[in-house]
């Protein structure tokens, strides 16, 4: 074949390996094990250019360790459950298993393509029975060591999907997929008891070596351990049962400068005054209609309404504080309860503006300092500051410092007693939908909530379901729902939340070792395949996905599912940049911008010679039509060109722009390295030439760096070392012998990144069997060290010459050849020079 023709070679080269099983995963005493798993996707239909990116990457890894001697798994499955299959069923008529499994078995087929070194024996969604009815039975072991447990709790409700929603569901105080304004509600919800291990979580994170500092800076925040003061204030004239409010505080340095008590709507007290208070009543309403997001309690206006009702300050009796209720405390965060202090909490501060309560400070930034706040001052905890109302004798201190001594103050005096908190809450895992795992429990009227018996799990969706009517299809579906008690026997109804689609991603990685059994894990594959050694994702999951993966960890440790080596399951984390592309946009009606497809644009100007506005670098998006079909780059350039260029690029870390000159150069460089192979086939086979210890030396060294590179995650520097490779092979005048050794090493070199080339050359150059499979090639350190050095030669500081000199030459010849050259002699000009100094292998400096 005298051209470059990905179109022929890659589907044979893909047929070959899954003829041969060579990526089929199979437990071995005779090699060691290498786990990689790239974070998998949700079936929406399109694989996309960063999908594209994501898996490459993986799969360069997974190659590289094959080829070094590893037994390597590399699985692959469908994030499957959740509300947009839901919302396409409603938009389209049809049913959200059909278009699940559609969508999967298209992206399956825009996949394959790639050549991804994946098992595709051990696939599954998660909406397969088998692999939620193994979820099913991990819940009822979590039930039964206390890990899971169902209480009453204020969420955020979707009033249009008619469901409860997460925080990060949650946008600008709106539902992600209906966009309607999120309500607070109280409903009776089941819970994963994560905030057990708030500090086995957090302590754990210090021995996450190969992790990003950032993702564990952020895992750390979210976690948010502190330290402060529970207390009390004892109310005035408060209905009976609320003589006190409990509070706790991270800054009891600020007590003095209190002014109100807030309570959230949700607080018992608030709940207990609004049954016979309209006007109460009215607003707790109305601030029920917020979410219950940081976000949007921070955007939102803070409200509140006072009670009448007074506390008295604990450290003078005759100090009263108005009780408000405000929209922005919610019942989750500590007591549910705070002190407001204006003039050191700017949302303190905003409030007490504006309802006219008084702002007084308790530390200024300088003895001086106008203690009239015009703002809050709000320095960070480790700032010395100058404290005119403190609890310890000296007057500047740090945060810090002032709060451990009014909570020993305090402690002291019996006012309260210094505590550490955790900003992590317990994970509520019910959701109000359809399409997701059932809960295995049925409710009784006898015997209350029951576990559902394991022999009778799955328990399964019903096909039969209608969504012409909003909400949960699961309540008003009564031949699914309504069942026998297992422990009684009684009529009884089933659970009809299902879980939230973070539970079935928190565990998916240790069902891949053993993804076909019947019970959620087997032991034996457990210990052998797990940890995950490399694990590769966006930063967006750098918080819940990944938190919520350790905590089920533990509780299948716990429930005897993992060994306790997987109490972290993941070894090494990579999150990978995204691929970008320029936005091609024109101004439509009342200003709105129209996006155009790339295909549609060509010099900046529509086919009818329209300019477009290019925004660049932008992320790649349905909505602004600034997508690439790597389907379309596969039939016009190959996968392999795909791989090349989305790895070559940028540093994988970060994002790369994708652009269609930069494929076409790819396309190029493949088809140069093609015809080097070619020419080097036609060669005489015993043909001699020059440079062929020059030609090995510098091959070795791209293994060298090469191997360095690929280690390190530094694909773009790999690859760089490669595009040099080429162009010193290219010129090349050594002998065939030399040649051919060059480009199959370049070949093995090049296999991870561009498979279905390699694989050809490979075979084109007589290499045995497969590149995938061979060795991976070892560097010769005594062909990284130069034989040869070139030494620049400086006379009084000014670089005159240089010369080419045995690397281990002594310091008394190089001299003398040094002072024989002939620019040395005639900038003399017959002067005897003062003194010589060689340093090896760096400089000859000459002082005349």
Known sequence: MSRYSPAEIESRWQAAWEKDDIFKAVRSADKPKYYVLEMFPYPSGRIHMGHVRNYTMGDVIARYKIATGHNVLHPMGWDAFGMPAENAAMAIGGHPKDWTYGNIADMRGQMKPLGLSID??????????????????????????????RKNAIVNWDPVDMTVLANEQVEAGRGWRSGALVERRELTQWFFKISDHSEELLNALDSLDNWPAKVKLMQANWIGKSRGLQFAFSTIDAPDGFDR???????????????????????????????????IAAFCAECRKGGTTEEAIETAEKLGLDTGLR??????????????????????YGTGAIFGCPAHDQRDFEFATKYGLPITSTFLPSEDADPKVTEAYVPAKSERVYYNGGFAGEKWQTGDEAIAAAIEACETQGVGQGVTKYRLRDWGLSR??????????????????VPEKKENLPIELPYDVSFDTPGNPLDRHPTWRDCACPSCGAPAQRETDTMDTFVDSSWYFARFTA?????????????????????????????LHLLYSRFFARAMQITGHLPKKAIEPFDALFTQGMVTHEIYQTEGENGRPVYHLPEDVTDGKLADGTAVEIIPSAKMSKSKKNVVDPLGIIASYGADTARWFVLSDSPPERDVEWTASGAEAAYKHLGRVWNISNRITEMVKDASGDGDDDLLRAMHKTIHDVTMGVESFGFNAAIAKLYAFTATLHKSKAGHAAQREAIMTLAQLMAPMTPHLSEEIWAAQGGAGLVTTAPWPKASEKMLVDDTVTLPIQINGKRRAEIQVPADMSKEEVEKIALSHEAVIRTLDGATPKKVIVVPGRIVNVVA
Not at 139 to 144: A, Q, S, V
Not at 311 to 332: C, G, K, Q
Not at 527 to 540: L, P, S, T
């Open 245 to 279: 409010i409990e509070v706790y505080t991270t800054r009891p340095d600020t007590l003095l400068g209190a002014s109100f008590v807030g309570i959230s709507p949700d607080h018992p007290l608030a709940k207990t005054l609004e049954r016979d208070n309209p006007e």
């Open 432 to 449: 109000q939908r359809y399409w997701g795992c059932p809960i295995p429990v049925v409710h009784c009227e006898a015997c209350g909530v």
């Open 311 to 332: 506390v008295r300050h604990p450290f003078d009796t005759s100090w009263e504080l108005p009780i408000y209720i405000a929209n922005f405390i919610l019942m989750d």
């Open 120 to 149: 595709w024996s051990r696939e599954f969604a998660t909406c397969d029975p088998e692999y939620y009815g193994q979820q099913q039975a991990l819940f009822l072991d979590f039930l039964d060591e206390g890990l899971v447990y």
């Open 515 to 543: 993804p076909h059994a019947d019970t959620p894990t087997v032991m034996e594959d457990a210990e052998y395949w797990m940890n995950v050694d490399q694990y590769i994702g966006g930063i967006e999951h750098a918080i």
